[in-house]
């Protein structure tokens, strides 16, 4: 049961992390040329995806701490698991 809510969980919070990039992709900014300056529109796209990348951050947390992933519990013994332990983790971010 405790898994398939983390399993829920994580969906939910990748879920939301997708629609802030869109919504980010959507009100990317634009300029206009004046005669001497170029103008800027306000520039909400750089707060939605940092909001994309903190729903990410905080699966991938939750996914680390709830599997005592490497750096969260117990570590392997040095050998073959735990160099795919690592470069997984290097992959992941």
């Known amino acids: 049961m405790a898994s398939m809510f983390l399993l829920i969980t994580v969906f939910v919070l990748d879920l939301i992390a997708f629609a802030f990039a869109v919504a980010a992709e959507q009100r990317r900014s ?3 040329i004046s005669t001497t300056i170029i103008v800027y529109d306000s ?3 750089t ?4 909001g994309a990348f903190l729903f990410l951050l905080a699966s ?3 996914i680390m701490v709830a ?3 490497f750096c969260c519990g117990k ?5 073959g698991s735990r160099t795919l332990e ?3 983790f290097i992959i992941c971010w």
Not at 47 to 50: H, I, K, P, Q, S
Not at 75 to 79: E, M, S
């Open 43 to 45: 520039d909400i796209s």
């Open 86 to 88: 690592l470069v997984l």
């Open 67 to 69: 599997s005592r992933c």
């Open 47 to 50: 707060g939605l995806g940092v």
């Open 75 to 79: 570590p392997l013994n040095p050998g």
């Open 30 to 32: 634009t300029t206009r």
């Open 60 to 62: 991938q947390d939750l």
